[in-house]
């Protein structure tokens, strides 16, 4: 479901970049990107991806049509994922770059369904 997810800022305010700090500790991203889904921010989720974002995920950006920009991003989290906040999850790094992330949103609550997201070259894309 991911691969170096996050969330950011009001819509109203330029979107954060990540610190350098954050960018180094991939597990900080993901949960960076998770806080901002909770917060319903997905300007900022989307603004944790690097200036070349690749993003097939869960409920949104799936093959053969991945987003590749951040605004598409940002457009498939507002309508697919940020709606079924809040999300919990449990973060688990699996080596350097890579974290899995395990949880449920509120239509899984609903339905006792679970996701599980593999993130692959965290800092450069996200895939789920």
Do not use: H
């Not at 500790?25 to 806080?35: E, K, L, N, R, T």
């Amino acid at each position: 479901m991911l691969a170096c997810w996050a969330y950011g800022a009001d819509a109203q305010q330029p979107a954060p970049s990540p610190t350098p700090a954050l960018a180094s500790d991939p597990v900080a991203v993901v949960q960076a990107f998770f806080d901002a889904i909770n917060r319903g921010d997905a300007d900022g989720a989307a603004a944790l991806f690097t200036e070349s974002p690749y993003y097939d995920g869960l409920n949104i950006c799936q093959a053969p049509k991945p987003c590749t920009t951040r605004e598409e991003i940002a457009s498939g989290l507002s309508t697919g994922i940020v709606p079924y906040r809040p999300i919990t999850v449990d973060l688990e790094q699996v080596d350097p770059t890579s974290v899995i992330a395990r949880g449920q949103g509120e239509l899984g609550r609903v339905n006792d369904a679970y996701f599980e997201g593999v993130p692959r070259s965290c800092g450069s894309t996200v895939q789920g």
